[in-house]
């Protein structure tokens, strides 16, 4: 028989416990308002966790650099031939130890499923039976994980202590940090070499996610540590500024990287006149020429207003050689070279807009502007 309520009057570690104390077996969902996991139970331990948009176990093994998409691709073309897991695949190639998957496998689990305890309200629904297709990795099922829900609770409420202080340290996985200066580690050789493999990403044309992907079966201690680097004054939060200078810097030898700098920068600060310059420049190198067009024009209206027209009337006629068609641009144009008295630039622009007027009825545009050139 199923159960459902709300984790407003009973709460998610509760509830973990009294499955584990009857040996249920089952699938448990949680919804909030933006998001759902689903947790299956076996007997009381807890063996699966799905979310939507959770990457599968073989994309984080990738990801962690434990297998080469290489390794995995052969991995897939000799499993046809079998019925075995892609996992065992693997471990047959010796592509990846046995004893690796299943840590990383269970290190996950043990992290995905902390952080919805530590931070979900919402409702609950508990439906007894064997595991349902399509809502759990299937890999992951074929480990057999199974952990016992009282250590994990404690370890749940170990990594909630700490959330509130990484979170105030390092805001959000989106954000780009740069390595300033050494910091100070202490801790096992393990910590140690965390540490080190973390300094070497923080390079500042990485988000906090990126940065953190290699290290999935590591995820809250890689937190920790740069939680810690923060407090040090170690690392420092690139701006849109650093994003525009830095994206100039690596885009010879890394052009996706540049432009990935470039669209985060503005959509932190979308007038930055830096990003825009530079957006434009690459949008058009990589042939989008709207985005070009786009943020030419936001350049120039950024120009105008702080009195720049000189700047505006470049981005302008940048704009002009990409969508000739532009009338909006045109019309710009010859606004800014009437204020400024350029009457050669004002009379070319200008005729360019009359006969860009002559379909039919847009003659009455067409005179004003012969009006406004007279």
Request: charged share 30%; glycine share 8%; aromatic share 4%.
């Amino acid at each position: 028989m199923g159960v459902q309520g709300d984790l407003g009057t009973l709460e998610l570690s509760d509830l973990l416990q009294n499955l584990e104390l009857h040996k249920k077996s089952g699938t448990l969902v949680v919804q909030t308002e933006t998001d759902s996991a689903s947790f299956y139970f076996d007997e009381g331990r807890l063996t699966l966790f799905g979310a939507p948009d959770r990457p599968s176990l073989m994309e984080v093994l990738v990801g962690s650099g434990l297998v080469t998409a290489e390794g995995l691709d052969r991995a897939r073309k000799k499993r046809k031939r079998t019925r075995k897991s892609l996992g065992e695949v693997l471990v047959e190639l010796e592509e990846v130890a046995h004893e690796a998957l299943v840590e990383l496998a269970r290190s996950r689990l043990l992290s995905d499923t902390c952080e919805v305890i530590v931070s979900t309200y919402g409702e609950f629904q508990f439906t007894p039976g064997g595991v349902p297709r399509g809502v759990f990795d299937p890999e992951e099922r074929r480990l057999n994980l199974g952990l016992p829900v009282g250590p994990l609770l404690l370890e749940a409420a170990r990594r909630e202590d700490h959330w509130q202080m990484i979170r105030s340290r390092i805001p959000s996985d989106t954000a780009h940090h740069k390595l300033v200066r050494q910091p100070r580690v202490e801790g096992s050789p393990e910590t140690q070499g965390l540490a080190q493999a973390l300094l070497e990403r923080l390079d500042g044309t990485q988000s906090v996610g990126e940065v953190l992907a290699p290290f999935p079966h590591q995820r809250f201690e890689a937190y920790q540590l740069l939680a810690d680097f923060a407090e040090q004054g170690a690392i420092r939060l690139i701006g849109p500024d650093d994003m525009a200078r830095m994206a100039r810097e690596i885009e010879t030898f890394d052009p996706e990287r540049a432009w990935s700098l470039l669209t985060r920068g503005l959509s932190r600060d979308p007038q930055n006149v830096d990003l825009l310059a530079e957006s434009a420049r690459a949008a058009e190198d990589r042939g989008e020429v709207d985005q070009a067009v786009d943020a030419l024009k936001m350049l120039a209206h950024l120009c105008a207003e702080s009195d720049r027209t000189a700047d505006a009337s470049d981005a302008l006629s940048r704009a002009a050689k990409l969508a000739p068609g532009d009338t909006a641009i045109a019309e710009r144009r010859l606004d800014l070279a009437l204020l400024e008295d350029a009457i050669d630039e004002a009379t070319a622009v200008g005729l360019q807009l009359v006969e860009l007027y002559r379909a039919p009825g847009l003659h009455k545009k067409a005179a004003e502007i012969l009006e406004s050139l007279l």
